[in-house]
C-alpha cells in the first residue's frame, strides 16, 4: 500500500479527508516494500505470513468442500465421531505450534533489530509541535522547524488540489543516503506520532519521553509521511517530508547550514576545507 492511499485512509478513519481526496487517492492492497533494511524485512515476514495464511485457508476449505460433497447425507454417509482421538488432537496442536515458532523466529529477529539504534552515524532529535515538527541536528547544533505549507484556497476548495495535497512542507527533514541515522523523537505539547511508511518507521512522540528509532535509506529521494496520532483539529495538517541526498551532496548540505548557522570559522578548516569530523560523524 502506498503512502498516498494509507494517509487517505487514515484521514478518512479521523473524519478529516475531503471526498475529493478519497476518490484521488492511489488505491494499493499491499504493503510497500520500503527503503530501508527494516521496512524491507517487515515486507518480507508479511509475505510469508501472507502465503501461510493463504496455504491454510486453501487446506481448510478444500477438505470442507470435500467432506461436504463426498459424505453428505444424501449417499448414505454417517458422521465419524473423533472424540477424545490422542492422534488428532496432538497433531492439531502441534502443527499450530510448529506454524507460530516458523513465524516467531523472523518477526522477533526483526523486532530486535528495529531496536537497535547503536553505532549510528547521525543523530536527529525530533519534536512533534501542534501542528508542526522540529528537527535538531544535535551534533552539528542546527535545527529548524517543519511547517505545512498547504494553501488555505486548497484545504477550503476555493481552488484545485496540489498533487501533493496537505503533504508539502516548507523545510524538509534533509538525510544523507545509506548512513545509520538514529532519531530521537518527542513532543513538546501532545501525543504526536512520526511515521513514514516507506521507512517502516512510526515511533509516537511523548511528553517528557524521548522513543528511538533508526533507518539506512538506500535510495536517495522525497519521501512523505504524516502523523499518525489524533493530535487535535490540525491533526490532518500536519505532514513529514524527508529529503534523501547523496552522501556527498548531503555533506555539501550540512557545510552550508554550518556556515549560515555558525559563520564560516565553524564550517571550515584552517585550509578552508570543511572538516570531515564534522560531517561522518562515527566514520
Known amino acids: 500500500m502506498s503512502v498516498q492511499a494509507l494517509r487517505t485512509g487514515a484521514l478518512a478513519v479521523a473524519g478529516l479527508a475531503p471526498a475529493s481526496a478519497i476518490a484521488e487517492s492511489e488505491w494499493g492492497v499491499n504493503l510497500p516494500y520500503g527503503v530501508t533494511p527494516i521496512s524491507q524485512s517487515i515486507y518480507d515476514i508479511h509475505m510469508v505470513v501472507f502465503w501461510i495464511c493463504v496455504a491454510i485457508g486453501v487446506g481448510v476449505f478444500l477438505a470442507m468442500f470435500w467432506s461436504i460433497f463426498a459424505y453428505r447425507k444424501s449417499k448414505g454417509a454417517k458422521a465419524a465421531h473423533f472424540h477424545e482421538n490422542t492422534t488428532v488432537e496432538v497433531i492439531w496442536t502441534v502443527v499450530p505450534l510448529l506454524i507460530l515458532i516458523g513465524m516467531a523466529v523472523p518477526a522477533t529477529q526483526t523486532l530486535v533489530k528495529m531496536y537497535d539504534t547503536s553505532d549510528a552515524e547521525l543523530d536527529v532529535k525530533i519534536t512533534g509541535y501542534q501542528w508542526r515538527w522540529r528537527y535538531e541536528y544535535i551534533e552539528e547544533e542546527i535545527d529548524f522547524f517543519s511547517n505545512p505549507t498547504t494553501p488555505t484556497a486548497q484545504r477550503t476548495g476555493a481552488s484545485e488540489k496540489g ?43 511523548i511528553p517528557g519521553f524521548v522513543n528511538e528509532a533508526w533507518a539506512i535509506v538506500k535510495e536517495p529521494g522525497i519521501y512523505r ?13 500536519m505532514p513529514i517530508v524527508v529529503e534523501v541526498l547523496p552522501e556527498d551532496e548531503y555533506d555539501e548540505w550540512m557545510a552550508e547550514q554550518i556556515r549560515e548557522t555558525h559563520g564560516d570559522s565553524a564550517a571550515e578548516g584552517d585550509d578552508g576545507e570543511v572538516p570531515v569530523a564534522t560531517l561522518n560523524q562515527g566514520n
Open 163 to 205: 498533487p501533493n495535497y496537505l503533504m508539502e512542507v516548507d523545510n524538509h527533514l534533509v538525510l544523507p543516503a545509506n548512513r545509520k541515522v538514529r532519531f530521537l523523537i518527542t513532543a513538546n505539547d501532545v501525543i504526536h506520532s512520526w511515521w513514514v511508511n516507506d521507512f517502516g518507521v512510526k515511533q509516537d512522540a
Open 225 to 237: 509521511g504524516l502523523c499518525a496520532e489524533l493530535c487535535g483539529q490540525g491533526h490532518a495538517f
